[in-house]
């Protein structure tokens, strides 16, 4: 009787060409993230010694540039559609508050306007933005 050997297969799993693949990924990705910019409103906050930092995200930003236009996030808001465009603004999950960032050579009348609005929205409170000296 002649006993048969077990045959063992050597399957070697070949990961050149998936280490390829990674690395050209990675290149890809490292490349493409480097032209992406991000989009701003070019303001100049005004300066006060007591600010304060805090990064919550449970607000909403109201955005007053020098030339008197409103923006909420990145929409043009017209003044008279302020209010409601705030009430739906805080209708977001974990949006409570409300944001003014304001140019330092803005209109005071609109920041008056603004944080009005925001009373009336039903904002819990109004922050307002400014830059330590």
């Given amino acids: 009787m002649a006993y048969e050997r077990k045959r063992h297969s050597n399957v070697v799993l070949n990961l050149t060409p998936l ?4 690395f050209l990924l990675l290149v890809f990705f490292m490349l493409t993230a480097h032209f992406i910019e991000e989009q701003s409103i070019d303001i100049a906050l005004p300066k006060a010694t ?3 930092s ?3 995200d449970e607000f909403v930003e109201v955005i007053l540039t020098p030339d008197g236009l409103l923006h909420i996030g990145e929409a043009i808001v017209p003044e008279d559609e302020l209010e409601e465009s705030i009430r739906g603004a805080l209708h977001a999950p974990n949006k409570r508050f409300v944001r003014l960032r304001g140019d330092h ?3 005071f009348g609109k920041a008056v306007k603004i944080i009005d609005a925001a009373r009336n929205a039903g904002a ?3 922050d307002i933005v400014t830059v330590q000296p």
């Avoid at 280490?19 to 990674?22: G, K, N, P, Q, T």
């Fill in 54 to 56: 805090s990064e919550l």
């Fill in 124 to 126: 819990e409170s109004l």
């Fill in 105 to 107: 050579g803005a209109q």
């Fill in 19 to 22: 280490i390829d693949i990674v």
């Fill in 50 to 52: 007591s600010a304060d």
